[in-house]
């Protein structure tokens, strides 16, 4: 019955097709990973550590073995050693840092809330009774859990050298100059779906889970890796996936500690997370540390541009990211350097997080480039035309597409841009101070390879399989709509079917690939299938098929094709890019700091805009993404102790319905025409990157008070 929902697509309206999972979601009979029931099946608990740097002295498990319904309790001194996790030893060479955490392997402590211990029980309340009950002692070093404030402790993650294009450090000598730091604090991607996994041994040498992951297949093979298994014996299960941006990318030491659980109790073991789970377990975004240095022209042309960051990572695995990769290439600016090192301290392994390093640069860049503007006494959006990238400033690649230049005017028409004052703190609105503010981002425009198995049977129903998680973007939804252009049948006569690994061969869904990947694959196996047709029909085929006819002069239950989709030369020869522009409209009270998000319009330049609903849907959950990194977001540890402080939806902020007014996202729409077959780019990175300098922006505009540490709380506008 929940299959069928998922795949029977909602009828279009006006706006376009409704999501095809949407009736089976908001009916509750969408089964996300935690909800599946397996016989037998046991629960499984984490135990955390208390100390950030150290090594287990003692651990007392003698109780929680005990307490009733338990089946085991899991520590590095009794769990199976994960083959992949054991390295020969180098007596001559000593040990850089690992990689991944390898849970339950050895006494080391790296961080607070590093698992030390999993208990394993009939049910999910005795589970976390029984791990209330381990005790450990520790041999406690000093750890190191403050985060960068500049360059000096960091060390740089590639070569060691910095970029320069041009001039090193030019923007000294410009006519017109500013340096300032800005800080973006760590971020927890705090989707509404805890992660969660069901882990079963169907024998010695083949596993199969339900997971919540964005790859099916990529958690397939580093579980394989982990386990040495071969990667046919993994069996990887993602239907719905309740929000993940970014946090489901990889295998967490939680998926390997329920399998070794299962091994061990030979029974299916379910493992979810709690809310504090989510701080210490699947990553976030790093605290980074920036600084620019910008100048130009008095007439306002860009002359230098340099862009340094630290960003913190973990003790035993480097996690960089690109915070400086949009100044290299967001404006036509001939001399720019870019320094980014990495501090290792006692946290657990950042990742990437929706907008990743682009979303944490645009703020600094966009923030410094409307702190240029003030000193020039030019409008922030004519500072950026003056410097408009017409072909790649790193490469001098020529773009497939851009249409900045137009949504720039889109998005100032919307919000009525022309009421915005260039004096700060000039303009009230029932004793509320108004400010105006915008902010540009850029994220690449990315095609990989996909398989997509199409079969057409004999009722008329068409059947598309791929393996492609879909973490809430509309993925199906978008596929269904170009099979039924293609194949020129209704929608509702479409199903999909993904996040499995058996499937064709499909990337992880993240970096705002998938609807250009997976899509082009569909595009060419509907092509494909639509030939076929057409030469069964002979005589030169017809405009308008009938699939069933043919099938039944044919006497055929089906005709199937299975097509693999790959970018071709044109990814090589043009820079692609997507693009967005945001315009915020905020109320500052002048008493208490409140602000207010009056009016948000977005404008995206992804190409031809597949599913419009769907679309529309991906900006709006971005720019609200962009609203709670500018005004709340913000994960506190103690320094003390290395550990949160707010690990809870109570004390860190998200924002909420009250916080955020309707919202306007408005698309160029016009096709790219070389990065695939439906002239599409992504969006979901761009959505959110830039929105908080527009908010940033605003605030200043608002105010005259700048302020370049997130989140902007109102302690720092009184």
């Given at each position: ?220 093979g580093d579980i394989a890796k982990a386990f040495k298994l071969p990667v046919e014996n993994v069996q990887v299960n993602s239907k719905y996936v309740g929000g993940a941006f970014g946090s489901a990318l990889q295998v967490w030491p939680h998926e ?463």
């Amino acid at each position: 019955m929940e299959e069928a929902l998922f795949k029977k697509a909602i009828p279009s309206s006006a706006d376009g097709l409704g999501r095809i999972d949407g009736r089976a979601k908001v009916t509750g009979q969408a089964k996300y990973t935690a909800e599946y029931k397996l016989d037998n099946m046991v629960y499984a608990v984490l135990v955390g550590s208390t100390i950030a740097k150290g090594t287990v002295a003692t651990i007392d498990t003698a109780k929680a073995i005990k307490a009733p319904g338990v089946l085991s309790v899991l520590t590095y001194l009794n769990a199976p050693k994960v083959p992949g996790h054991q390295k020969a030893k180098n007596p001559g060479k000593p040990e850089a840092k690992s990689g991944p955490l390898k849970v339950f392997n050895d006494n080391k402590i790296f961080f607070n809330g590093q698992p030390i211990a999993m208990v394993i029980a009939d049910t999910f309340e005795r589970a976390v009774y029984a791990a209330s009950l381990v005790k450990a002692t520790y041999n406690k070093e000093k750890h190191d859990t403050t985060p960068p404030k500049d360059l000096s402790r960091g060390a740089a993650p590639w070569d060691g050298k910095d970029f320069v294009r041009g001039t090193a450090d030019a923007w000294k000598t410009a006519p017109v100059n500013l340096q300032e730091e800005y800080i973006q604090p760590t971020e927890v991607h705090n989707p509404m779906e805890l992660h969660a996994i069901i882990a079963r041994w169907d024998a010695p040498d083949k596993l199969t889970v339900w997971d919540k992951t964005q790859g099916v297949q990529a958690t397939q093979g580093d579980i394989a890796k982990a386990f040495k298994l071969p990667v046919e014996n993994v069996q990887v299960n993602s239907k719905y996936v309740g929000g993940a941006f970014g946090s489901a990318l990889q295998v967490w030491p939680h998926e390997i500690a329920a399998a070794l659980g299962a091994q061990v109790v030979k029974r299916p073991v379910k493992l979810v997370l709690t809310r504090m789970d989510m701080f210490t377990s699947v990553g976030y975004r790093p605290y980074t540390w920036q600084r620019i240095g910008i100048g130009a022209t008095k007439d306002g042309k860009l002359i230098g541009i340099t862009h340094e960051a630290a960003g913190q990572t973990s003790v035993y695995e480097d996690f960089a990211e690109g915070p400086i990769n949009t100044s290299k290439g967001l404006y036509d600016c001939p001399n720019v350097t870019t320094r980014y090192k990495l501090v290792s301290l006692n946290v657990n392994t950042p990742t990437w997080m929706r907008g990743p390093g682009e979303a944490t640069g645009a703020f600094a860049l966009e923030s410094a480039l409307d702190e240029l503007s003030y000193k020039l006494k030019m409008d922030p959006i004519e500072l950026r035309m003056k410097n408009y990238a017409k072909t790649d400033p790193d490469n001098k690649k020529e773009y497939s597409s851009k249409f900045l230049d137009e949504a720039y005017k889109m998005g100032a028409d919307r919000i009525g841009w022309d009421a915005r004052k260039q004096e700060p703190a000039s303009v009230k609105e029932n004793g509320w101070l108004v400010g105006y503010g915008m902010g540009s981002g850029m994220f690449g425009a990315y095609r990989e390879k996909a398989v997509v198995r199409a079969t057409m049977n004999a009722d008329g129903t068409l059947l598309l399989q791929t393996a492609v998680s879909d973490i809430g973007p509309g993925t199906g939804t978008a596929m269904v709509l170009i099979a039924s252009k293609q194949l020129d049948i209704p929608t509702d006569k479409i199903r999909f079917e993904n996040g499995d690994s058996s499937l064709p061969d499909a990337p992880m869904q993240g970096g705002s690939a998938t609807t250009s990947t997976v899509g082009s694959a569909v595009h060419e196996a509907c092509s494909i299938l639509k030939e076929k047709f057409q030469q069964l029909m002979g005589n030169g085929g017809a405009d308008k098929l009938d699939y069933v006819k043919i099938l039944k002069d044919k006497n055929l239950p089906s005709v199937q094709v299975l097509t693999k989709s790959q970018p071709g030369p044109n990814n090589e020869k043009y820079s692609m890019q997507s693009w967005s522009v945001h315009f915020v409209k905020v109320l500052v009270h002048p008493t208490t700091g409140v602000t207010k998000i009056d009016k948000v319009v977005c404008v995206a330049d992804s190409g031809t805009i597949v599913s419009p609903k769907t679309a529309r849907s991906q900006i709006v959950g971005g720019a609200i993404g962009g609203i709670g990194m500018a005004l709340m977001e913000e994960g506190v540890i103690d320094d003390r102790f290395g550990r949160y402080v707010n690990n809870n939806l109570a004390d860190y902020h998200v924002p909420v319905n009250a916080d955020i007014p309707q919202i306007e996202a408005l698309f160029v729409n016009k096709p790219d025409p070389y990065i695939n077959p439906m002239g599409s780019k992504g969006m979901g990175e761009i959505a959110l990157i830039g929105m908080a300098a527009a908010v940033a922006n605003a605030v200043y505009n608002a105010t005259g008070k700048r302020v370049r540490d997130l989140p902007i709380t109102p302690d720092k506008l009184i």
